[in-house]
């Protein structure tokens, strides 16, 4: 029994946390750069480990490590060795498994400890193109398999609970990470979730039913689902899901609002998150928290609502 079917084994639902970036942003950290929210790991680690920690006081039971867009060819580019950027992608590890100590040091170690996943971005992140919502790479299987096998292990050397796959645009990229898991012998349970251009298909126009249901067969898939996705598509998604797999189904979804990348602002209305969270789980959700534009209070009314459930 890995780690999340041992929670699920006791708690109806897995909190997650919410955006990184958007909360280093609200607290005065630009993050307009290629390396995105990972600028702030040697910018401003102290301010990492503040996000974490605000995140497991709102509630969650899981903190993503901040290196969905750290990669060692990223560094690099900046100016890093290939050392020091390894050391890089560890210490986002380590601010979350650090936050997670400050927490309980905090609250006591009374019942489950929060866990760490080690956020596991698409080669579009690395590219910083937008591509992870397009998954037109360019590149076949073998050679996203090589660009996630060096990282992967880097980032299991730093020991996280558990492996965030995310935002995958593509079924070929969900593929080429199994192989990469397998390649470096990593047994860490991973989750697999996919960015979704409507409520029947990820963001390269294959069905999300395809994806779980070659996912079902996958051991190192722990979990299956979605993030980085339009709210209004998740009921559907969840319940297309469901239909080809009895993994616990992971989803972390957008705030609802849209993004217009003439003028670089967000519009339209956030999803009530405590609301939303009812009905994923009544269509069979049970790992539930946030992606971009959301926040600790977005992830507090998940957690209440969870616990309330509990009791």
């Not at 193109?129 to 073998?142: A, Q």
């Not at 409520?199 to 051991?219: E, Q």
């Not at 969270?277 to 069979?284: I, L, Q, V």
């Amino acid at each position: 029994m890995n780690v999340i079917e041992e929670r699920l084994a006791v708690q109806d639902v897995i909190v997650l946390d919410g955006a990184f970036a958007t909360e280093l942003e609200a607290r005065g950290f630009s993050v307009n750069d290629a390396l995105w929210s990972a600028k702030a790991l040697f910018e401003r680690p102290d301010l990492v480990r503040e996000v974490h920690l605000d995140y497991l006081r709102a509630g969650a039971d899981v903190v993503t490590s901040a290196s969905y867009q750290a990669t060692v060819e990223g560094f690099q580019k900046r100016g890093f060795s290939a050392e020091e950027a390894a050391a890089l992608l560890q210490t986002s590890v380590h601010l979350a498994q650090e936050a997670r100590d400050l927490y309980l040091a905090e609250h006591g170690a009374g019942g489950s400890a929060p866990l760490v996943a080690a956020s596991v971005g698409p080669y579009g992140a690395y590219l910083a193109d937008g591509s992870e919502y397009r998954g037109n790479y360019g590149i076949d299987e073998d050679a996203l398999t090589a660009f996630h096998a060096e990282r992967l292990a880097i980032l299991a050397a730093a020991h996280p609970d558990l492996l965030a796959c995310e935002t995958l645009p593509c079924l070929v990229e969900a593929r080429a990470v199994v192989r990469a898991l397998r390649e470096k012998e990593i047994c860490i349970p991973a989750w697999f979730s996919f960015s979704c251009r409507d409520a029947a298909h990820i963001s390269d126009g294959t069905p999300i039913a395809v994806c779980a249901r070659w996912l079902d067969s996958v051991p190192e898939a722990a979990a299956v689902g979605l993030n980085c996705t339009a709210p209004q598509h998740v009921e559907e998604l969840i319940r297309a899901i469901r239909r080809e797999t009895e993994k616990p189904i992971v989803i972390y979804p957008n705030s609802g609002e849209s993004y217009d990348a003439s003028d670089k602002t967000w519009h339209g209305a956030a999803e009530n998150f405590a609301a939303a969270a009812r009905r994923w789980r009544a269509a069979g959700a049970r790992i539930i928290g946030g992606c971009c534009r959301t926040g600790p209070r977005d992830i507090a009314a998940i957690a209440v609502w969870a616990k309330e459930k509990a009791e």
